[in-house]
């Protein structure tokens, strides 16, 4: 291993030494075999004719010396140790020499150990120790590749010196001259990309010089430029909030840079500009304008008052939330999805529930529901003055009957729904505010169904793959909610408050603006500061900070969520359930949870799970039926050996697709590590939120799929949490997906129960069984967190969903200081 010594000085060109010894042997051999074949000098003159064969590649080549005597024979070596060499002053070596020859013995001074052993890379003799005195120069493997990279520099290939750094850093991190030689790298391809079409490239290059040498010299003023070329584009593109960003941080850089006071000038006019046409305008226009003349300028002159006067005019929402569905329809089948519909949409009930189906609740469409014949027939009566976004007419009893159709049969172009198709045989209109709706058999809870949104019967109802059509080209959905979409684009989505049915108030927020945001840390930074005044999805992990900041305040929804992964039946593999058990009994769910998720004490209702189901749902079986599901991981690699064998000796090989969720990223690896250990090899893939439940929902084929699931009612959401396309159509098979038939059966008998005890029974049975088969492996019940800013009134530290009573919410002006 090489030897770490102070900076060797600058290197002596005078000759070093081989011992006497050897040049004695050395002139004996060359006496004996003739002139001109002595073992270096053969060997010295057969690596010559080898380097003449090829240049040389100094990347993939081994380490190599290059030794020259003072007789200028030059020879390649095995690199030499210590690296460097300790420094050796030949002068004061022979001083020493020459005093020690006239003292006695033991006054003599201890000389420096001046022997070298040296091994040739070729030839038949290879080791010879040689003295330091009798070597002329010494070329180390290190300061060649250096060279090179400086050759490479001078000539503009910065890829190959690049990789040549590389290679000495591999060999010797510490080298001299590597760090001053890489930096001139960054400095040079950082200032030419900058300087051409590769700006984002060039700072990047020239911001990781920055940390490694602030004072390089050049690299303020070049860093100054980049900005300021970089601040250009995204004011001509209008990207006001990530120009004001890069300015910020471009002035912590160099505040007294001239290039930054110049782009400061164009802000300061662009604001001005700005805020004189919001003058002119009025409502949302206006806010929008003179909020983009304060994300330029915060200290506007004038700006607050203006931006206050339009925001009391015209109360902006900002959300910030994980994603986005793909398609915005009335049947979400995403969590995502289900949040939009919640914004866009009014449900023909609100909750299946005596109270509304008594028409007590006024966020709903349905004035009144009968049941009649023990429930086989619904008389649905429509409240008056609800008008679809696209004002051509009211919502009428033709929106229901074809969309509780269109949900019965996907071939009218519905999502479709096999679970409704079962029970449902006809709506007929009797006039356009009732329908009639008839059931083919008694079931249970039948206004549960009614809880559905339905799309207008005037429009195109099939759900089209829109996914090749720009998000801002797309036409918004013609909807009936208390907010319509305005607006979409990649990451982005604006909904206006809609006009009110006669007699019903106007929300008091004119508009409502959702934005993704993918980095807890930015959002919840946004947030603290007021940017945003609400947000969808906490991790877990994040809750304590916000419960502890005076102007946050945190909110739990009702229903704890249960992550568990999906199991597809239809591969083989996942059959077999010792295999099943194996991979159960692998992962320590207590451990992974608290110190992955949480990374703080559990709190109420957070625990490990022992099955499908929330401690909440009366599906839940009681503790002392249902044992906790154990870690073993010497079991379960048994379990999983015995499982391979049963497949004969077939290699598991599986796919675990995963929501991007914060929380689900950091416990991921450990997962598929857990399983790796023993014998499963799985491969992760993290798939959006939205695009992962649509696609499970619509019954495609998976391996593993982990899940995020709430259930609010045992006998309706049992199906889904099981099975999740279990309301696929029935030409995808997705039943097939369930890995135990016992589960199937207990499912399909679920769905035919008339009754609430009969139901609970039937839902706290299959919690029991799939303890046993495990239809699904559970990992852990948590709570489910958003949170909001204290300047947004009305949110409930407890909501069902995330719009809950939004009609009612109030939103105070933001001042754009407060940064």
């Known amino acids: 291993m090489p030897v770490c010594l102070p900076p060797r000085p600058p290197r002596d060109s005078s000759p070093c030494p081989i011992i006497p010894a050897l040049t004695a042997l050395l002139a004996l051999v060359a006496i004996a075999v003739g002139p001109g074949l002595d073992p270096l000098a053969s060997n010295a003159q057969a690596q010559t004719a080898s380097a003449a064969s090829g240049p040389l590649d100094l990347i993939t080549a081994e380490p190599f010396d290059e030794l020259t005597l003072i007789d200028n024979v030059t020879v390649r070596i095995e690199p030499v140790y210590p690296r460097p060499l300790p420094p ?38 290879r080791d010879f120790e040689t003295d330091r005195t009798k070597i002329k120069q010494l070329i180390y493997f290190e300061d060649r590749i250096l060279d090179e990279a400086r050759s490479r520099l001078r000539a503009r290939d910065f890829a190959r010196a690049f990789e040549l750094l590389m290679r000495l850093k591999r060999l010797a991190p510490n080298w001299e001259g590597l760090d001053q030689v890489y930096n001139q790298l960054l400095f040079e391809e950082g200032v030419q990309c900058a300087r051409t079409n590769q700006l984002d490239r060039g700072v990047r290059l020239l911001f990781e010089l920055r940390s ?4 390089y010299p050049g690299l303020r003023d070049e860093l100054a430029n980049a900005y300021r070329v970089r601040i250009s ?56 304008t003179i909020s983009q003349a304060l994300e330029l300028w915060p200290d506007l002159e004038g700006g607050p008052e203006l931006f206050r006067e339009a925001f009391e005019v015209a109360p902006l929402l900002d959300v910030l939330v994980i994603d986005h569905p793909r398609i915005i329809t009335p049947f979400p089948t995403s969590p995502p999805g289900q949040r939009v519909a919640d914004l866009l949409y009014r449900p023909l009930l609100a909750e299946a529930s005596e109270e509304a189906a008594r028409g007590q609740r006024g966020d709903q469409l349905a004035e009144l529901v009968e049941k009649q014949e023990i429930g086989r027939k619904l008389l649905i009566t429509l409240r008056s003055g609800l008008e679809w976004s696209d004002g051509r007419r009211p919502v009428s009893a033709d929106d229901v009957a074809m969309a509780l159709a269109d949900l019965a049969d996907p071939t009218l172009g519905g999502p479709g729904n096999a679970r409704w198709a079962r029970i449902f045989e006809r709506a007929v209109i009797l006039n ?66 809609a006009t009110p049915p006669p007699g019903t108030p106007a929300p008091k927020i004119a508009r409502v603006r959702e934005t993704v945001a993918t980095d807890p840390a930015e959002a919840l930074a946004a947030l603290q500061t007021g940017r945003a005044v609400l947000l969808e999805h906490l991790p877990p992990d994040l809750t304590t900070e916000v419960a502890q900041h005076p102007r946050l305040r945190l909110g739990t929804y009702e229903i704890p969520v249960v992550h568990l992964i999906a199991l597809d039946g239809r591969n083989p593999v996942l059959r077999n359930r010792t295999l099943r058990r194996g991979m159960s009994l692998a992962l320590d769910r207590a451990n992974l949870m608290e110190e992955t998720i949480l990374r703080r004490p559990r709190a109420n209702r957070e625990q490990p799970a022992d099955g499908p189901f929330p401690t909440v749902s009366y599906a839940n079986a009681p503790p002392d039926q249902v044992d906790p599901l154990e870690y073993d991981p010497l079991l379960a690699k048994m379990l999983v050996a015995a499982g391979k064998r049963e497949l004969a000796g077939q290699t598991v090989r599986l796919t675990l697709e995963y929501p991007a969720l914060p929380e689900v990223r950091v416990v991921i690896p450990r997962i598929v590590e857990a399983w790796a250990k023993t014998g499963v090899q799985v491969t992760p893939l993290e798939k959006p939120w939205s695009d992962l439940e649509e696609r499970l929902a619509r019954g495609e084929r998976f391996d593993l799929a982990y899940r995020v699931t709430t259930c609010r009612d045992a006998m309706f959401d049992a199906g889904p949490i099981l099975c999740p396309g279990f309301d696929a159509p029935d030409s995808t098979d997705a039943l097939q997906s369930v890995v135990s038939p016992r589960i199937l059966q207990l499912l399909l008998t679920l769905e035919q129960a008339g009754d609430l005890p009969t139901a609970t029974q039937l839902a706290q049975r299959l919690d029991i069984e799939c303890r046993d088969e495990l239809a699904v492996l559970p990992l852990w019940q948590l709570n489910r967190h958003y949170a909001w800013h204290q300047r947004l009134l009305g949110p409930q530290p407890t909501m069902t969903s995330l719009y809950q009573g939004i009609a009612t919410w109030e939103v105070q002006p933001w001042n754009p200081r407060e940064r």
């Not at 593109?237 to 290039?259: G, N």
């Open 432 to 497: 356009p505010r009732q329908v009639e709706l008839r059931l083919a058999r008694t079931t249970f809870k039948p206004e549960w169904w009614l809880t559905t949104r339905i799309g207008p019967a005037h429009s195109d109802r099939s759900i089209k793959d829109e996914s090749r059509v720009a998000l801002s080209r797309r036409p918004p959905p013609i909807t009936n909610g208390v907010f319509k979409q305005t607006a979409r684009d990649l990451g982005l989505l604006t909904a206006d408050a």
């Open 233 to 288: 584009r995204l004011l001509e593109a209008e990207d006001y909030a990530e120009s004001r960003r890069l300015l910020e941080f471009a002035r912590s850089i160099d505040p007294q840079a001239p290039q930054i006071a110049e782009t400061e000038q164009r802000f300061l006019k662009r604001a001005q500009e700005l805020a004189a046409k919001a003058r002119g305008l009025t409502g949302l226009a206006k806010l929008d």
């Open 212 to 215: 490694r040498q602030p004072d």
């Open 88 to 125: 050796f002053d030949l002068e004061e070596y022979r001083r020493l020499q020459r005093r020690n020859q006239n003292l006695p013995e033991a006054q003599r001074v201890p000389l420096p150990d001046v022997k070298l052993i040296i091994s040739l890379k070729e030839g038949e003799v």
